[in-house]
C-alpha cells in the first residue's frame, strides 16, 4: 500500500514518542487518502496514551474498512478486557 507523507510523519511521530503530533498526522493522512491501517496507527497511539475506548473505535473504523485487516482484529481483541473493565 501506498501512504502519504503525513503516515510517515505520524509514524514517525509516534516511534519518538510525540503521540499528539501523531494522532495529527493520522488524522490529516485519512483525510487525503483514508487507510485502514493509518487508523490502525491511531488506535495504537490512543492505547499509548491510556485512551483504550478511542483505540476500539480506530479499530473497529480500520476493519469497517477492510473486515480482514489482521492487526486491527488483534489489537482490538486484546483491549477488549480493558473496556469490559469496570471503573
Do not use: W
Not at 5 to 14: A, E, H, K, M
Not at 28 to 55: C, F, K, W
Amino acid at each position: 500500500a501506498q501512504y502519504d507523507f503525513q503516515f510517515l510523519i505520524g509514524r514517525t511521530r509516534y516511534r519518538l514518542g510525540m503521540y499528539g503530533e501523531a494522532l495529527a498526522a493520522y488524522a490529516l493522512s485519512n483525510m487525503r487518502a483514508p487507510h485502514a491501517q493509518t487508523h490502525v496507527n491511531a488506535g495504537l497511539v490512543y492505547e499509548a496514551i491510556g485512551d483504550p475506548s478511542s483505540a476500539a473505535i480506530a479499530y473497529r473504523t480500520a476493519l469497517a474498512m477492510e473486515p480482514e485487516h489482521k492487526q486491527a482484529k488483534e489489537q482490538l481483541e486484546a483491549i477488549t478486557p480493558a473496556l469490559e473493565a469496570p471503573k
